[in-house]
């Protein structure tokens, strides 16, 4: 059993380690293209950050005032409801079959990676915000 305090900083770790990973392989894929391809790139990276953003504030939200409501001892596996350790897989899976498909443009990496890694790393940060709240 962790104490709910821990809970926020376990929920931040599983969004933030992936969001750094993505963004700085992003961001290397960004650093090997030319750079007349680059200015659509960062239109298609400014549309994926604001759709990650709009997505993942209200998930975070949600998921805070769970462990919010939480009794102070919890499993570590109550952090999440269930539709959330699914969403994670899903995603982890995405992530994963991504990695291994060898024809995947490296626009698309740059681009879409740049754009997730980042608002990742914000949602682990508002993870952290609300534990610090409840000290």
């Known amino acids: 059993m962790i104490r709910r305090v821990h809970s926020y900083v376990i929920a931040a770790a599983i969004w933030g380690i992936p969001g750094i990973n993505i963004a700085v392989k992003g961001i290397r894929t960004y650093m090997l293209m030319r750079p007349d391809d680059l200015w659509w790139l960062l239109l298609i990276t400014v549309a994926v950050t604001i759709f990650f953003f709009t997505i993942f504030r209200r998930v975070v939200r949600k998921y805070s005032e769970r462990i ?68």
């Open 68 to 135: 919010a409501s939480l009794p102070d001892r919890v499993m570590i596996w109550r952090i999440f409801p269930p539709k959330g350790w699914i969403l994670l897989a899903i995603m982890m899976g995405f992530g994963i079959t991504l990695k291994h498909i060898p024809d995947v443009p490296m626009s698309f990496t740059a681009s879409f990676y740049s754009g997730l890694g980042p608002m990742l790393i914000v949602s682990s940060i508002q993870y952290l915000k609300a534990c610090f709240k409840t000290l």
